[in-house]
Every structure is written in structure tokens, then in C-alpha cells.
């Protein structure tokens, strides 16, 4: 059972900068690709960005391209996500999620990290 905590939130102006972190406990973390993905109020939950065990393939959603880097530390057990040039679009309830990379391909969640971007 792996365990994720996020952190990172908060309130920003738009074009600023966020770091998001996810520390993940309970499993191998190198055994599970990680991603980030958020939910805005009354919205569905959407795709953000992911990235494989070891770190040298990511996929972003187009709406964040070039804009979001997600990146992990297998020593640390951590993934993160660095927004910038943030729009208040970007306002969401952030969600950390682990994915085991063997069938059957186990999902786990964090418990989500606000971000408000202000006009």
C-alpha cells in the first residue's frame, strides 16, 4: 500500500511560480510511474502531467505544455510538479497519483493540495 502527501499549494498571482511536491511511503517508489492530475470546482478530474519510473519520459497535457515540468527523485521518494506562467484556469485542487508499472497496474491517490491563481 503506498501512501502520498502532497504539498506545495497555495494562493499565487497569475504568471507566478509553484512547486508541488508528493512524498510517497509503503511501496518501491521506483516501481511506479508517477503523475499529477486536478480537479477544479464542479469539474471532472483531468490529466496533468506524468512521468515513467525512471524519470527520462514525461507526457504533459496540452494546456500546460511548456508551462509545467514534472520531475521525480528516486532517493527521495518524491515527484514534483514546477508551474509556472500560471493562469487563474490553473486554479485546482491538485492530486498526486502513483501507478504501479505490473499488472495489475494498481492507482493510488494523495488527498489533493489547493492552488489558487489569482487575476
Known amino acids: 500500500q503506498v501512501q502520498l502527501v502532497e504539498s506545495g499549494g497555495g494562493l499565487v498571482q497569475a504568471g507566478g511560480s509553484l512547486r508541488l511536491s508528493c512524498a510517497a511511503s509503503g511501496g518501491t517508489f521506483s516501481s511506479y510511474s508517477m503523475g499529477w492530475f486536478r480537479q477544479a470546482s464542479g469539474k471532472e478530474r483531468e490529466f496533468v502531467a506524468t512521468i515513467n519510473w525512471s524519470g527520462d519520459s514525461t507526457d504533459y497535457a496540452d494546456s500546460v505544455k511548456g508551462r509545467f515540468t514534472i520531475s521525480r527523485d528516486n532517493a527521495k521518494n518524491t515527484v514534483y510538479l514546477q508551474m509556472n506562467s500560471l493562469k487563474p484556469e490553473d486554479t485546482a485542487v491538485y492530486y498526486c497519483?502513483?501507478?504501479?508499472?505490473?499488472?495489475?497496474?494498481?492507482?493510488?491517490w494523495g488527498q489533493g493540495t489547493q492552488v489558487t491563481v489569482a487575476s
Open positions: 497519483n502513483a501507478r504501479h508499472v505490473a499488472y495489475p497496474r494498481d492507482d493510488y
